[in-house]
């Protein structure tokens, strides 16, 4: 059974920074396209950062400059590095991942940014 979990979600103060990473189980190691998305209360799911298997990367322009979006050398895990964080970014955290036009979804983390 294929799974995605992420990890390294938590409590930041504004400025500070945080690392997410996700990883797939279930005997899939290499997925094709990996994303992340969040959602915060009251607000609609966004697209944060995704990367195609060829390494191509975009980004919401909320992030841009502050998020970077990688992939690991195990093709079935993904890293989001958040630096300038904002309260803005506190959300539930969502990691995506594609394989054979099927979407797989991580059930979440939260990132709190408050003083």
């Known amino acids: 059974q294929v799974q995605l979990v992420e990890s390294g979600g938590g409590l930041v103060q504004p400025g500070g920074s945080l690392r997410l990473s996700c990883a797939g189980s279930g005997g899939i190691f290499s997925f094709d396209a990996m994303s992340w998305y969040r959602q915060a209360p009251g607000r609609e799911r966004e697209l944060v950062a995704a990367v195609t298997s060829g390494g191509r990367t975009n980004y919401a322009e909320s992030v841009k400059g502050r998020f970077t979006i990688s992939r690991g050398n195990a093709k079935n895990t993904v890293y989001l590095e958040m630096h300038s964080l904002k309260p803005e970014d506190t959300a539930v955290y969502y990691c995506?991942?594609?394989?054979?036009?099927?979407?797989?979804w991580g059930p979440g983390t939260q990132v709190t940014v408050s003083s």
């Open positions: 995506k991942a594609e394989r054979s036009r099927y979407d797989y």
